[in-house]
Nanobody, 124 residues
Framework: QVQLVESGGGLVQAGGSLRLSCVAS????????MGWYRQTPGKKRELSAQ???????NYADSVKGRFTISTDNAKNTVYLQMNSLKPEDTAVYYC??????????????????WGQGTQVTVSS
């Protein structure tokens, strides 16, 4: 009932910057949180940054001070500004949303949704 479309990944040199975007659409009543996770081959998907509906943010220690998460609530969009990128930031980045939805007469609370992922590669 919720579709997440990511954009903004790519190849960048170490020390460079990228900005990821994720737009949510569908049968959304409210978005409770949005975030960015990342995953490398053979490893678990891990949280990079998250923002809740009240504006609270949470960052992984590995990205604090370098990444900034923000939202445009009117557009159901979340951004991840990534600065001072390091080779170890190389991963597939996934957008996540937890949302209340109403679809075909059914209200569903706080379901979890994922985007398709966007590759970020940082060269040394």
């Amino acid at each position: 009932q919720v579709q997440l479309v990511e954009s903004g990944g790519g190849l960048v040199q170490a020390g460079g910057s990228l900005r990821l975007s994720c737009v949510a659409s569908g049968s959304i009543v409210s978005i409770n949180s949005m975030g960015w996770y990342r995953q490398t081959p053979g490893k678990k998907r891990e949280l990079s940054a998250q923002v809740t509906s009240d504006g609270s943010t949470n960052y992984a220690d590995s990205v604090k001070g370098r990444f900034t998460i923000s939202t445009d609530n009117a557009k159901n969009t979340v951004y991840l500004q990534m600065n001072s990128l390091k080779p170890e930031d190389t991963a597939v980045y996934y957008c996540n949303a937890q949302a209340d939805t109403y679809y075909s007469g059914t209200f569903s609370r706080d379901d979890n949704y994922w985007g398709q992922g966007t590759q970020v590669t940082v060269s040394s």
